[in-house]
């Protein structure tokens, strides 16, 4: 079973990874755990009632693995840079994703060689953060699986094309055995995909972001967004911030955020789709299974807090481009993305058949599909850098494994990179407000029904998934 989480008494769930342990200030294992605590300012730099942060070079707006990653690198430049974010961090997709590093093989396979690149990428770029964080990364590979071996030498030339290394399976894998109970009935490649800790790697990137020298505004809501003269100013609460250029980096939510504070900008098309992710916390497997045909739904083991919790099997469910605002999980609709999965995955419908206390929890992952994609492409959804108007970007990671490559970009078009520091060292920046790591969706008790208003829902397969 998952471990228990902490509760901030308003329904959110909320929990800093063991690694930032070393940030509580006393050690108390009861305490509410923060990144840190309010430094007051100097009576100089407070002016009327609002704490101003002048001259700040790069404002960014977002608390999810893209605006994180953009504010670690960008701070090892010359920019000045200040984070906004509502405080706590990854509480909407990048904690609700599968937690899966993608190794690009699953792309490469369908051809989809820029994503494949990105991943390939983006991938080493969390090897390298893992480095100093080893219990972030769980599993040493995938086991991603095939029809037969005409399937496998395309797959394998397609591989090598984009440099993903892979191994073929010497004998019968454990964990894809497990799920479709075919033995060695079909060729299996081990690959680099592997379990990430998506809330340990929330909290890596904002404390390297602070050591770095960003000042970080964790504040209750994202700040208002106005014009003044050739700065832009970013208001919320007791707190203003200054920047000759702003990046907004909030995922879904950010073409209600233009909307909103933009209105009379001509804003490029996002829209909205959902991938429903099913949690089944007794199924124990310790790698990825990527089935490469039929599109089958991928299976990845839950990793938090140093532990596999059971796993994640996604499903591209009402994944389609302008269909209106996402269903909600009804009992009705469980019972329909189950059955999908208990069609294709004959080990899980084993599983569930022997252990019907088990409880399966269903949630959303929303992702955005820009202007000018087709419908359920996956090619161009690495990430994306728009020029809103002057001094204003948007800045939008498709997944969670390429957002250091889109950061890369967002850089460079900011006009500046990550090795034009000049080896200066700064102080760490200040923290204003309490910063708290949101825990990943899927490692969620499994005791209990999750709130509808956040369109989740979870159901015992007693209620019929098995009929």
Known sequence: MPPAISSAGDGTDQVVPPAADRLHRGGAADRQPVLGRVRPWKRHECRSAFVIVRDVDVAIVGGGVAALWLAALAARTKLRVALLTAGLLGSHSSTRNQGWIHSGSFYAANEAWTLAEHCVRGGADIDQLARSTPELIAGPRGECVLRDAEHLDLVTARLRRVGISHQLASAPAVNASRLFRRGDAFPVLH?????????????????????????????????????????????????????????????????????????????????????????????????????????????????????????????????????????????????????????????????????????????????????????????????????????????????FTTASVGASAMLDTLGTSTTSSGGRVRRPGELIGNLTVSRRAAARPMNFVIGSEKSEFLVSPQRGYLR
């Open 191 to 399: 690959t680099p995909d592997r379990a990430v800790d998506n809330s340990l790697l929330l909290d890596r990137l904002a404390f390297q972001a602070r050591q770095a020298g960003a000042v970080v505004v964790a504040n209750s809501g994202q700040p208002e967004l106005r014009r003044d003269g050739r700065q832009w100013c970013l208001r919320e609460g007791d707190c203003e911030v200054r920047a000759d250029q702003v990046v907004l980096a909030l995922g879904t939510g950010l073409p209600t955020y233009l909307k909103r504070w933009r209105p009379g900008t001509r804003h490029l098309l996002y829209a909205s789709t959902t991938t429903r992710v099913v949690v089944v916390p007794g199924l124990g497997l310790d790698a990825p299974v990527l089935p490469l045909f039929d599109a089958a739904p991928t299976v990845v083991p839950v990793w938090h807090a140093g532990r596999v919790g059971g796993v994640t099997i996604c499903v591209p469910f009402d994944n389609v481009r302008h269909s209106g605002s996402p269903r909600p999980v009804t009992v009705e609709l469980a019972q329909e993305v189950v059955d999908l999965c208990v069609r294709q995955l004959p080990g899980l419908a084993d599983h569930l058949r022997e252990n019907e206390e088990s409880p399966i929890g269903i949630y959303n992952c929303e992702k955005l599909i820009i202007d000018g994609q087709q419908d359920g492409a996956e090619e161009s959804r690495s990430f994306r850098v728009d020029r809103v108007e002057a001094g204003l970007y948007a800045f939008y990671a498709g997944k």
